[in-house]
Each structure stands twice: as C-alpha cells, then as structure tokens.
C-alpha cells in the first residue's frame, strides 16, 4: 500500500515556477514507477510527467518539455515537478501517481495509487 499527498501548488502569473512535491509512505513506494498527471474540469486527466522505479527512463508531454523537470528524492520519500515558465494552459489540479506502468508512464490505468491533488493556476 502506497499513499500519496501533493503540496506546493497556487496562484501565479505567467512566466513564473512552482515546484510541487509528492510524498510517499511506506518502505515500498521505492517499487513504483510514479508520475505527475493533472486534470480541468470538463477535461480528461492527462499525463504530464513520469519517471521509471529508478529514475532511467522519464518522460514528459511535449508541450512541457524544456520546462519542466521531474525527479524523484529517495530519502526524503518525495517525487519533485519543478515547472518553469508557466503558461495558462498549465493551469489545472495536478495528481502524484504511483504504479507499476508496463505499456508506457503516460497511461493513467496504468497507477495503482494517486493523491488528492494539489490546484494550479496561471493567469496571463
């Protein structure tokens, strides 16, 4: 059992950065594959970011990649989405994801376990 909780969201303009981070319980979250998804309303949750169990293969959707970077903190139990140069098309609630991805870290049946999710927004 693996449980997730997301922090670091809020309110910015565009141009600016937030890092958010996923902290996870238990010895076993080290097995997973994680990976950060965010949501709209009205929307479909999409994959934003992932990382493979030991950090060798990460991925990102191709409207963030160059701006944002995600990587995960053994010791401190945490996964990082550092995003740089948001734009408001970023804006939405963002998910930490916990699984064991076979077909490929964007595909959200592939996570067994997701937070609450933390809100962002960015105004232009």
């Known amino acids: 059992q693996v449980q997730l909780a997301e922090s670091g969201g809020g309110s910015v303009q565009a141009g600016a950065s937030l890092r958010l981070l996923c902290k996870a319980s238990?010895?076993?979250?080290?097995?997973?594959?994680m990976a950060w998804f965010r949501q709209v309303p009205g929307k479909e949750r999409e994959f934003v970011a992932g990382?493979?169990?030991?950090?060798?293969?990460?991925e990102y959707r191709d409207s963030v990649k160059g701006r944002f970077d995600i990587s995960r903190g053994f010791a401190e139990n945490t996964i990082y989405l550092q995003m740089n140069s948001l734009q408001s098309d970023d804006t939405g609630v963002y998910y930490c994801?916990?699984?064991?991805?076979?077909?490929?870290?964007?595909?959200?049946?592939?996570?067994?376990?997701w937070g609450q999710g933390t809100q962002v927004t960015v105004s232009s």
């Open positions: 990382t493979s169990r030991k950090g060798v293969n990460i």
């Open positions: 238990g010895e076993t979250w080290r097995l997973y594959g």
């Open positions: 994801a916990a699984g064991h991805p076979v077909l490929g870290l964007s595909k959200t049946d592939e996570y067994e376990y």
